[in-house]
């Protein structure tokens, strides 16, 4: 079975640093990777997803992501955060046909952004 | 993508009573997906609802609690039966457009049992 470790429970940056979230899947195959976002009193929003292909990943608000098979990771960034990326993030792993059987979610890791 | 209406958005409700969240679906969709995140916690998969076959229940739900029913390609509902505090949670509903393989989710259900 899959599973996904976000090993920050909480992290705090300053407005205009840089962020990186780190996200350790466990999967036998190749896995489909995502990373969502919930703002406090939201759903689930979808950041970026990794199927195939290119393993830097571009998404939404400025993010991306890297995923590095030998490491079994799939790590957000963005270069300059600001006060309104702040929210939790899920990082997921997909495993099934298409990916869409089972989505497993990491623990997520809640942003604070101070000025 | 898809656009996933849920009701109610949140609701308190008294111990021993059960409560019918519904999730409503812009297209149709083959499956569709309930999760709890309990607070402060992350998202834990309840069932999968497939239209035209019971739903698939993943280790500790079970259908007595969380009735499902998928009566048409856009539509379902959980059940919550018999609710005690360790209920109170956010139910959220989610369904994969297969082709696109993501998740799309609704704004989630939150439910406080006293």
């Known amino acids: 079975a899959q599973s996904v470790t976000q090993p920050d429970i909480h992290i705090t940056v300053s407005e205009g640093a840089s962020l990186e979230l780190r996200c350790n899947y466990s999967?036998?195959?190749?896995?489909?990777l995502f990373w969502y976002v919930q703002s406090p009193g939201q759903g689930l929003q979808l950041l970026l997803k990794?199927?195939?292909?290119?393993?830097l990943v571009q998404g939404i608000k400025g993010f991306e992501a890297e995923f590095k098979r030998s490491q079994s990771s799939f790590n957000l960034r963005k270069p300059s955060v600001h006060w309104s990326d702040a929210a939790e993030y899920f990082c997921?792993?997909?495993?099934?046909?298409?990916?869409?059987?089972?989505?497993?979610f990491g623990t997520g890791t809640k942003l604070q952004v101070i000025p | 993508s898809a656009v996933i209406s849920q009701k109610p958005s949140r609701d308190i409700c008294q111990r021993g009573t059960s409560l019918t969240i519904q999730c409503q679906v812009d297209?149709?969709?083959?499956?569709m997906f309930w999760y709890r995140q309990q607070p402060g916690q992350s998202l834990t998969l309840i069932a999968t609802?497939?239209?035209?076959?019971?739903?698939?229940?993943e280790s500790g739900f079970v259908i007595d609690k969380f009735p499902i029913s998928r009566p048409n390609l856009t539509f379902s509902t959980l059940t919550v039966s018999n609710m005690s505090p360790e209920d109170s949670s956010i139910y959220l509903c989610?369904?994969?457009?297969?082709?696109?393989?993501?998740?799309?989710f609704g704004q989630g259900t939150r439910l406080t049992v006293v």
């Open positions: 989610s369904v994969d457009k297969g082709a696109s393989t993501e998740a799309f």
């Open positions: 297209s149709q969709v083959t499956m």
């Open positions: 990794y199927f195939s292909g290119d393993t």
């Open positions: 997921a792993v997909g495993a099934g046909s298409g990916g869409y059987q089972k989505v497993t």
């Open positions: 609802a497939n239209q035209g076959s019971e739903a698939t229940y």
């Open positions: 999967y036998g195959a190749t896995p489909y």
